[in-house]
């Protein structure tokens, strides 16, 4: 299913490059969605990636030509935004988001690298802090692109962007726990979705739900109306189709909503 287009894109292109707001925006929603999945360095990751594009966009939106294919440094770019005069651009584009951008980017980076093996496993805590200071830096250039307009639509819309964020499931000793979800059919499909690709057996399925609560046999007339939007490989281990995954997006979007 297409991703439809954010309202942030078009707030954003009023005074950045089109180009480069299409990839931040995508770049951040690809990163809270690998948070909401639990998936902390993909989190991280994708995150980095929002980084650069965003300081694409500021590169570009003082005036200068962003460097193609290795020739970009994210950190040369932090550094020449930086150096650019005071006066020249508002102290946000030159100095607020690049530091912003910097920690973010380090933390992106060398996810893992700086935790020894005998420590506590701060990746979730790395993603956290990723996607939270990427939620800032593009609720900040919403705020600046619409400086001296109606703010209502934008304060929304930045409101909505800092807030924090939660994985829509969780794994505890391999119980998995869907957070969201109204019916025993819809955490169902949840749960498979978290777990995807791998598959899980149908009475596992059924003891999720139950555990969640829901009643056995609510439980097992659940599984079997997901029937639509599911493989069974014959053994009775299922996995989402696309229809499934389909399925899934729409009730995120409805959550969000």
């Known amino acids: 299913m297409a991703r439809k ?9 009023s005074v950045f490059p089109s180009k480069h707001v299409d990839a931040a925006v995508k770049h951040f929603e690809d990163a809270v969605e690998e948070f ?6 993909d989190a991280a990751a994708k995150g980095g990636r929002f980084i650069e594009a965003v300081l694409k966009t500021l590169w570009s939106h003082v005036g200068e030509t962003v460097p193609a294919g290795k020739d970009f440094k ?4 932090m550094d020449r935004l930086e150096q650019k005069p005071k006066g020249s651009h508002p102290d946000t584009i030159r100095l ?21 093996a005998d420590e506590i496993d701060a990746s979730e805590m790395d993603a956290q802090t990723v996607v939270s200071l990427c939620a800032w830096v593009l609720a ?8 001296g307009r109606d703010l209502k639509e934008p304060a929304e819309i930045v409101a909505g962007l800092m807030k924090r964020r ?35 057996s149908r009475e596992s399925l059924i003891e999720t739900l139950v555990r969640h609560p829901f009643k056995k046999n609510n439980a097992a007339v659940a599984v079997a109306r997901i029937a639509p939007y599911i493989d ?20 995120f979007a409805a959550t969000a909503g």
């Open 5 to 13: 287009s954010s309202p942030v894109n078009a707030l954003l292109k």
């Open 36 to 41: 909401q999945l639990g998936k902390w360095d």
């Open 74 to 77: 994210a950190g040369a770019i």
């Open 96 to 116: 607020t988001i690049p530091r912003a951008c910097r920690f973010a980017y380090e933390v992106a980076s060398n996810r893992g690298a700086r935790h020894d």
């Open 140 to 147: 900040e250039m919403v705020r600046f692109s619409q400086k």
């Open 166 to 200: 939660y994985p829509f499931a969780e794994n505890i000793d391999g119980r998995v726990y869907a957070d969201i979800g109204d019916s025993a059919k819809e955490v169902a499909l949840v749960v498979l979705y978290y777990i995807y690709p791998k598959r899980m």
């Open 232 to 251: 069974d490989d014959g053994t009775g281990m299922v996995r989402l189709r696309n229809a499934g995954l389909r399925k899934i997006e729409e009730l």
